[in-house]
């Protein structure tokens, strides 16, 4: 007698991601879960179900994930005028412009993701409040750098938050001045703080933000994302909320899991193993965000020696040694992952510092080696330049490197200017973290980038900008391998959750999150990776987005088969 299953697939180039080049072309699921994977011949005098799926040699991959990104942030930028694709200062403000002239007086013009680093003609230089304030003097204006870490706004923007020459921001902020004393419209870190709370959000609005996550979660879906860990940052009002996610999943709307981390010490709900091996439980709670730098595009980012191209700052520091030490050691004995946020070279050393103190001293306060080793790891977030002592440091310690890839394709212009050629040298070293048998989970960022895993996936493996030069890639050495790429995508995602036991790989016994794409990822010229296409995708075995007929087709609801 034959073993019912709910689903078998056929005739697919079915990777497991178990090891290199392991490829099957039959797979079975049984109550959300992986029962069988082999061949063809097996499963069919094996098994038996009301629904077989020819894939007909189409190619089927672990579902993919994004191992650090701001989803509600990503929903809420739907409502700001995006100025992401701007490619002069000029488009910005006739953009801007436009917006003004729909928008009655007084209102505020809220405006995100610009990068002057890819404007044509005056593009060394950020904009101030004069460029603003010719959008308009009857409008407050506030638009933030696709950093997040500076933005500027104009003289009304000004007035109305109260900041003249003798306001005070309180600590690890700047306003920049102009040469007469009065600030001249540039903010960063702190200082950007007080227009979060003046302007108001329709993302926070219920009916708003239902339809805007709702769509989200399906643009994400039809890109493959089975998995996001989302990070809140409350200080710049971009909170996640366990219970949205959670009504979504409970009115089967939720197509993907979410893994929530909070800048906030939270009490971690205790998961039972049976909950954790429950291929339908969608939601869940991380860790710990922590910040310690900011960005190398708004030369925030910490260093250790000044910036080569603005000798007058190595960067900020958000806390100090001591104020990180014992926030990480705080969060690690309640239990929480910390996952810290670090871009500069001094920042990374660190982060490394209160690691260290923080798995000594929680030694020296009781806790053996052999709890500690059943902790999930500690992430460090970008990891973005880091010395060959440092990667020394780093493999003596349990982390998980979370990279942004995609950052290379604006990035590669201008961080030998920024830092100059010896520390370009060692920044965005992942084939060397890889080789050097660190673990490496990819994210986007977004909204600091798009959500597409292909366009990430791709900057991993060629290190090309958008018209992919150089063609040899920037850093060539330090270029991927498809199978080395596409791993910080699956298990090493999930390893980094402590999930890697349930998910990342197609093997019996797993959650069956898949998805079947267009073309076959290990067979195809790199730069097409890009172009890659999802055509099904599926969540523990419900498919929850279907690509028809050439025309991108998005199924609001979890169906099942
Ligand atoms: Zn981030």
């Given amino acids: 007698m034959k073993t019912k299953v709910d689903i078998v697939f056929v005739n697919g180039r079915i990777y497991t991601m178990v ?15 992986i029962l069988y994977t082999g061949s063809k011949d097996i499963a069919m005098t094996t098994y038996e179900s009301e629904k077989v799926v020819d894939l007909e040699g189409r190619t089927m991959l672990p579902g993919m994930g994004d191992s650090h990104l701001h989803f509600f942030a990503y929903c809420q930028t739907q409502t700001t005028v995006d100025l992401g694709d701007c490619k002069s200062k000029e488009e910005v403000i006739e953009r801007l412009m436009k917006k003004a002239d729909g928008t009655p007086k007084g209102q505020w013009i809220k ?13 060394h230089r950020l904009p101030t409040k004069e460029d603003l304030n010719r959008i308009s003097e009857d409008h407050p204006i506030f638009m933030k750098r696709v950093c997040l870490h500076t933005a500027i706004v104009n003289s009304l923007a000004l007035e109305v938050a109260g900041i003249g020459n003798d306001y005070v921001y309180g600590p690890g902020g700047v306003v920049e001045l102009s040469g007469d004393g009065e600030p001249n419209g540039v903010l960063r870190e702190q200082a950007t703080l007080i227009f979060d709370e003046l302007i108001p959000d329709p993302a926070k609005i219920p009916e708003i933000k239902e339809k805007i996550m709702k769509s989200a979660l399906a643009e994400a879906s039809s890109c493959g ?10 200080i710049w009002k971009y909170t996640e909320d366990f219970d949205d996610y959670l009504k979504l999943d409970r009115n089967q709307e939720l197509p993907l899991r979410v893994v929530i981390y909070l800048d906030t010490l939270f009490d971690k709900p205790y ?14 709670y991380g860790g710990y965000k922590l910040f310690t730098d900011g960005s190398l595009g708004s030369r925030s980012a910490k260093l250790f020696s000044p910036y080569t191209d603005d000798p007058k700052t190595d960067g900020i520091l958000v806390q100090t040694q001591n104020e990180l030490n014992e ?35 929680s030694r020296q306060e009781g806790m ?8 999930d790891p500690f992430r460090i977030i970008h990891a973005q330049m880091a010395t060959d002592e440092m990667v020394e440091r780093m493999k003596k310690l349990p982390v998980v490197l979370d990279i942004q890839p ?13 830092i100059g050629p010896e520390r370009a040298a060692y920044s965005y070293r992942w084939n060397t973290y890889q080789k050097e048998g660190l673990i490496l989970a990819a994210g986007t960022d977004s909204p600091v980038e798009s959500i597409s895993p292909w366009l990430n996936l791709h900057a991993a ?3 090309k900008d958008k018209s992919l030069l150089p063609h040899d890639g920037f850093q060539p050495e330090e270029k991927m391998s498809v199978y080395d790429a596409l791993c910080m995508f699956t298990k090493n995602l999930h390893y980094a959750t402590g999930q890697d036991s349930f998910l990342g790989t197609l093997e019996k016994g797993k959650f069956a999150d898949l998805i079947v794409i267009d073309r076959d990822v290990f067979k195809i010229p790199v730069d097409e990776i890009r172009d890659i296409t999802v055509e099904e995708t599926y969540l523990a075995g419900r498919k929850v987005y279907k690509k028809k007929s050439g025309i991108v087709e998005r199924e609001g609801k979890n169906e099942s088969q």
């Fill in 19 to 33: 090891s290199e080049g392991d490829v099957v072309d039959a797979l079975c699921v049984k109550d959300g879960k």
């Fill in 461 to 463: 493996v060629a290190r």
């Fill in 406 to 418: 995609i950052f290379l394709q604006t990035d590669m212009h201008w961080v030998g200017d920024r």
């Fill in 368 to 375: 053996t080696k052999e709890e500690q080793a059943t902790r």
């Fill in 225 to 234: 994302l089975t998995t996001i860990h989302t990070f809140a940052a409350d």
């Fill in 111 to 123: 405006a995100t993701n610009f990068d002057e680093t890819k404007w044509t003609g005056d593009n």
């Fill in 327 to 361: 926030k990480m050691l705080r969060a690690y004995q309640m239990g929480l992952q910390p996952a810290i946020h670090s871009i500069g070279d001094q920042s990374l050393d660190f982060v490394l510092n209160a690691i260290e103190f923080t798995l000594e001293k």
């Fill in 271 to 284: 998961l039972t193993l049976k909950q954790m091996q429950d291929p339908f439980r969608k939601v869940s």
